[in-house]
């Protein structure tokens, strides 16, 4: 049974960073294709970033992209999320997800997900 562990979450100032890990076990990891959402108290869970399965295609939210930065290290079975410049409005739980249709263009809704971590939470506060 596919496994995924989020960590890297915290208390960070506006104008920061922080990187977010995940560790994928259970399966090929080489076969997923890899996303992040994030929810935020009060909404829905939204997309954030996903990576294809060899991380050659990546797709991003407008109000992340420039800012974030999606990676995976197929070797290590982690899928990384860099986050700089980071903004009030970027605190929620962010999750990490992984779709086992082996498509080549990454999804960016939750629905095409199978497998979902328990979340870590940033909090981007001064």
């Known amino acids: 049974q596919v496994q995924l562990v989020e960590s890297g979450g915290g208390l960070v100032q506006p104008g920061n960073s922080l990187k977010l890990s995940c560790l994928f076990s259970g399966g090929t990891f080489s076969a997923y294709a890899m996303g992040w959402f994030r929810q935020a108290p009060g909404k829905e869970r939204e997309f954030v970033a996903a990576v294809s399965m060899f991380g050659g295609n990546t797709e991003y939210e407008d109000s992340v992209n420039g800012r974030f930065t999606i990676a995976r290290d197929n070797a290590k079975n982690t899928v990384y999320l860099e986050m700089n410049s980071l903004k009030r409005d970027d605190t929620a739980v962010y999750y990490c997800?992984?779709?086992?249709?082996?498509?080549?263009?990454?999804?960016?809704?939750?629905?095409?997900?199978?497998?979902w971590g328990q979340g870590t939470q940033v909090t981007v506060s001064s």
């Open positions: 997800a992984a779709d086992s249709r082996g498509v080549l263009r990454p999804s960016t809704t939750p629905r095409a997900y199978d497998y």
